[in-house]
């Protein structure tokens, strides 16, 4: 189906003819369906538009590999009729010392992609905000989700969809592990604190690899996320070198972890909130009551 060359939607116009980028493109569409279907992207209460039409969602581009591989399959499922939303990119300039302000909207433009350039300097905000020597990363990251949302709600966008992969899951989770003292990560979809949004991650079963071969396969004009110069050091680098060091010991680490997210068992952890550890007893029939639920020795 995606092998046409006659038949495909703009974005991957002059791809790669290779079978290896076929296998991978194909990857990459397959799981972003299997997401979106599988957490209820689509179907989810409150996603029609308030015209009653098809929902619509704002599709976050940062013009990193990342962005471009999430617009590119998103509009690929729409081109094929298996995602009935309408699209609209969005870029956020934040003003970002040497940030090329022409090349997403020259792209978008020419790829006939439905967008929206919105710019809002943050960055003197951070700047001014963050001590000498610290990250931006967490001031900016709020407050771009916070003019996200307003554009979303200005533009009648039922979602804001972002790029974050199955490697970003991954990190999150143990950086939440050894910093925060908790088990979470990235959900594939939440609802906002002011509840009139939906947040979705189409690509969380989609390999970073992955991103990175399709984009530098399709030659999008890439923007590096570290114009700020505040990336080196950070928590989360330090955690995806170990995650890298797993993975090159063990091929195929990353994707059991990742699994294991999909495969909680509430019993077989320490929280009292999610399992009632008080009202275990050793009645006979209290097998047959719960039986998913008693935790046993192992």
Same mark, same amino acid.
């Given at each position: 189906?995606?092998?046409?060359?006659?038949?495909?939607?703009?974005?991957?116009?002059?791809?790669?003819?290779?079978?290896?980028?076929?296998?991978?493109?194909?990857?990459?569409?397959?799981?972003?369906?299997?997401?979106?279907?599988?957490?209820?992207?689509?179907?989810?209460?409150?996603?029609?538009?308030?015209?009653?039409?098809?929902?619509?969602?704002?599709v976050c581009l940062s013009g990193g590999?990342?962005?471009?591989?999430?617009?590119?399959?998103?509009?690929? &499922?729409?081109?094929?009729? &298996?995602? %009935?939303?309408?699209?609209?990119?969005?870029?956020?300039?934040?003003?970002?010392?040497?940030?090329?302000?022409? /090349?997403?909207?020259?792209? &978008?433009?020419?790829?006939? /992609?439905?967008?929206?350039?919105?710019?809002?300097?943050?960055?003197?905000?951070?700047?001014?905000?963050? %001590?000498?020597?610290?990250?931006?990363?967490?001031?900016?990251?709020?407050?771009?989700?916070?003019?996200?949302?307003?554009?979303?709600?200005?533009?009648?966008?039922?979602?804001?969809?972002?790029?974050?992969?199955?490697?970003?899951?991954?990190?999150?989770?143990?950086?939440?592990?050894?910093?925060?003292?908790? *088990? $979470?990560?990235?959900? %594939?979809?939440?609802?906002?604190?002011?509840?009139?949004?939906? /947040?979705?991650?189409? *690509?969380?079963?989609?390999?970073? $690899?992955?991103?990175?071969?399709?984009?530098?396969?399709?030659?999008?004009?890439?923007?590096?996320?570290?114009?700020?110069?505040?990336?080196?050091?950070?928590?989360?680098?330090?955690?995806?070198?170990?995650?890298?060091?797993?993975?090159?010991?063990? %091929?195929?680490?990353?994707? /059991?972890?990742?699994?294991?997210?999909?495969?909680?068992?509430?019993?077989?952890?320490?929280?009292?909130?999610?399992?009632?550890?008080?009202? &275990?007893?050793?009645?006979?029939?209290?097998?047959?009551?719960?039986?998913?639920?008693?935790?046993?020795?192992?």
């Amino acid at each position: 189906m995606l092998d046409d060359s006659n038949d495909i939607h703009p974005l991957f116009a002059g791809a790669p003819s290779t079978t290896e980028f076929k296998k991978l493109r194909k990857r990459i569409v397959r799981q972003t369906r299997e997401a979106v279907e599988q957490y209820g992207m689509i179907d989810g209460g409150g996603a029609r538009s308030e015209t009653g039409g098809k929902p619509r969602w704002l599709v976050c581009l940062s013009g990193g590999k990342d962005s471009y591989t999430l617009l590119a399959a998103l509009h690929e &499922l729409q081109w094929r009729g &298996l995602l %009935p939303v309408d699209l609209l990119a969005c870029n956020l300039d934040q003003g970002q010392p040497g940030f090329p302000a022409t /090349v997403l909207p020259e792209f &978008l433009q020419k790829m006939g /992609v439905p967008h929206r350039i919105e710019y809002q300097d943050t960055y003197s905000i951070v700047v001014d905000k963050v %001590p000498a020597g610290r990250t931006y990363c967490a001031l900016c990251s709020r407050l771009r989700r916070g003019n996200l949302y307003r554009i979303a709600r200005e533009e009648g966008c039922s979602a804001v969809v972002l790029g974050h992969h199955r490697d970003d899951i991954l990190e999150t989770f143990f950086m939440n592990l050894f910093h925060g003292g908790r *088990l $979470a990560t990235m959900p %594939p979809k939440l609802v906002n604190e002011e509840g009139d949004l939906f /947040v979705y991650r189409p *690509l969380a079963h989609v390999a970073e $690899a992955d991103c990175a071969r399709f984009a530098a396969a399709m030659n999008y004009p890439i923007i590096p996320c570290d114009l700020c110069g505040s990336q080196d050091g950070l928590q989360r680098q330090q955690v995806k070198q170990i995650l890298d060091g797993w993975e090159s010991n063990s %091929p195929g680490r990353r994707q /059991v972890m990742f699994r294991a997210l999909m495969n909680a068992r509430p019993s077989h952890l320490l929280d009292p909130k999610l399992f009632d550890f008080q009202g &275990l007893s050793l009645e006979p029939d209290q097998k047959d009551k719960n039986p998913d639920e008693i935790p046993r020795l192992r």
